[in-house]
């Protein structure tokens, strides 16, 4: 029974990182369903809102970024909505970009919240939502837009970029998860829908978006419920943004992703009906996140159950296996601790923090909390 239960969750975890993305390569394979586009349609009009909360040190660059994008002037409404920011943010907009419209919430309500008060004072057919530190190349937008040209694509997400300037061992483990991520949203993309977007780089037709509560994360949320309206959620590569290293520590990281993973898991729950509706999205979910969030689960359940096999040698080489990878991040953590690092350390410590993070979302749903807020990651200005 042991060695039942040993073989059977390793099976569901090599299921989950290696099965699902063979399984999704090949659908997108045999079966693509490619964006229709047309060079010569007309740009649609388009609201970018930028989501701050004391954002002084940066939101400067970002307007001025975000002004030279190669999009026409009377085409582009750019709003900066301020959640309760306390430093000059609000200042810096208003005096400084006359062509920015501010939006101050007037206290602090939470990202979700923010969105839903902006899209309000939105003009455009296309919105589109990016954060303060998010710097877009400048053929972005209208890449991000040119699948509109296809009637049945509601939202589209764009391509990020995670900065790897710094050594930090959460930064480039970050980065290398966020290219698995990237890799499988890709092929959800090229034979269906994605089921949720890059929080920095999404949009969709403003018709299609749905006022959310506070605690819903919205670029899942907004994904799902325009694929649910009969409308694809894609990706478009041509929309490469980047997102810079902050300064911030594995404890940070770890608290961030099981933040973004309680938020993602109430979703799924609220829209749960939705996915017993529909047989494909259902099992995309199932194993591209519900399964991905019980692999510390059945880590557990292998580690325990190759305790009681310890007698036969292939059981024993497998447990060293464990105790090299659990050592190998407790190492790496050690050694970040004193600002030291070992090439090739990172992954199996980053690795370590995703599979932390859903016990830590699980404990923060079961405490009732709901955090709608967030920080910059940023020290203040001044």
Partial sequence: MAEVIFWGALGIVAYVYVGYPCLIFMLARLRPRPVRKRPDAELPTVSFIITAYNEEPVIAAKLRNTLALDYPA????????SDGSTDRTEEIVRTAFERVKLVAMGGRYGKTLAQNRAVAEARGEIVVFSDATTVYEPGSLRALVSSYADPAVGCVTGSVVYGTESAKSVDRGRSAYWNYESFLRRQESRFSSVLGAAGCVYSLRRRLYTPLEADMISDVAQAIRTVAQGYRAVVEDGAIVS??????????????????????????????GFFLRHPWFLLQVLAHRVLR???????????????????RTLYQALFAAHLALYGSAALAYALER???RLPGLGIPLYFCVVNLAPILALRALARGEKQ??????RPPAG
């Fill in 74 to 81: 009377d085409r582009l409404q750019i709003i900066v909505v």
């Fill in 243 to 272: 997102e810079p290293t902050e300064s911030r520590s594995i404890r940070e990281e770890l608290e961030r992703r099981a933040r973004v993973i309680a938020r993602g898991m109430r979703v799924k729950f609220r829209l749960r």
């Fill in 293 to 311: 969030w019980a692999v510390p689960l059945f880590l557990i359940v292998a580690f325990l159950a190759n305790l009681l096999l310890l007698d």
């Fill in 338 to 340: 004193r600002n030291r």
């Fill in 372 to 377: 709608v807020t967030w920080e910059t990651g």
